[in-house]
């Protein structure tokens, strides 16, 4: 099993965070664990006439302030259900976030995203991107598309698995599989062909050889059920899917038609790129409306 034992939950006081919130608190049910919600006041530089027209000056917060920011995050968490613990600090946001998650240490953050232009306009600015890029440790992003949670919902239900055979992939299904073994949990492997010249020949075309369509499907699927996990056992909780298309597309689709609660993707870190990632990884970020799960590698 996964052993998710903290969970971050950077907040800004808005309803998107609160979703997020709430997200965090049905995983932290589920799985027993503690949750903190992190409130960062950036620092604020204000003008000074004294200086020179253009010039800043930083402002600096009071304790009185900093108190108010402390209550302000435990009375936005106070009515979850759930013990959360709740801090707000001044620092530099991302930095941060990402400072809390490897001193918690979180297990996974949970972070809302804006939906105004899909993944262009993002949670605190470009906060969720950053953290997304830099974090210790897997990134839930919770799109405001995706359907209300109640704090005492279970989130994971319904788990789709990309996987295209590369390391991170195999990473994110052995994450996926660990969570999908809470009782009444659906895992979904999903495997996308890409549309290649050769699936555009007729059937009577088709030579047999390695580029052959059908061959190339009857592969993908015998190299799905190899990898996956239960394919000797709780096969009826496993579901292989292979589909032809555009990676992000059929992932896309596949969560659309499947009632899926959740993807579990795995990323190459530091790959150039929306995110630093991959732009499959990137476009199913951007455009999903359930809540994605990233792990780098």
Not at 130 to 138: D, E, H, I, Q
Not at 218 to 240: C, F, I, T, W, Y
Request: glycine share 6%.
């Amino acid at each position: 099993m996964t052993a998710i034992t903290h969970i971050l939950c950077p907040i800004d006081f808005s309803e998107i965070s609160r979703h997020a919130l709430h997200s965090a608190v049905a995983i932290a049910r589920q799985h027993q664990t503690a949750v903190t919600a992190l409130y960062v006041v950036p620092p604020i530089q204000t003008t000074s006439s004294a200086l020179g027209v253009g010039a800043y000056v930083p402002y600096v917060y009071t304790v009185e302030d900093l108190r108010e920011c402390q209550k302000s995050t435990e009375r936005f968490v106070a009515n979850v259900g759930y013990p959360v613990r709740a801090a707000a600090v001044e620092a530099v946001v991302v930095d941060e976030i990402v400072k809390w998650a490897a001193e918690l240490p979180a297990d996974l953050i949970v972070i809302g995203t804006h939906g105004r232009s899909g993944f262009d306009r993002l949670f605190l600015g470009s906060v969720t991107e950053r953290v997304l890029a830099k974090a210790p440790c897997p990134v839930l992003t919770i799109p405001p598309r995706s359907p209300n949670v109640a704090p005492a919902t279970p989130l994971f239900r319904n788990i789709l698995c990309p996987i295209d055979f590369s390391p991170s992939s195999l990473s994110a299904l052995k994450y996926a599989e660990s969570l999908s073994r809470e009782p009444g949990t659906k895992l979904t492997m999903l495997h996308v062909v890409e549309r290649a010249p050769a699936f555009q020949l007729v059937t009577s075309s088709a030579t047999g050889a390695s580029d052959d369509p059908r061959v190339v499907l009857k592969e993908s699927r015998e190299r799905l059920h190899r990898v996956n996990p239960q394919a000797k056992g709780r096969a009826d909780m496993v579901n292989e899917l292979i589909s032809v298309g555009h990676a992000g597309d059929e992932i896309l689709s596949a969560a659309g038609t499947g009632n899926i609660d959740v993807i579990v993707m795995g990323a190459h870190a530091g790959h150039a790129g929306l995110l630093g990632f991959g732009s499959t990884t990137a476009r199913v970020i951007r455009r999903a409306t359930c809540p994605v799960l990233t792990l780098k590698v």
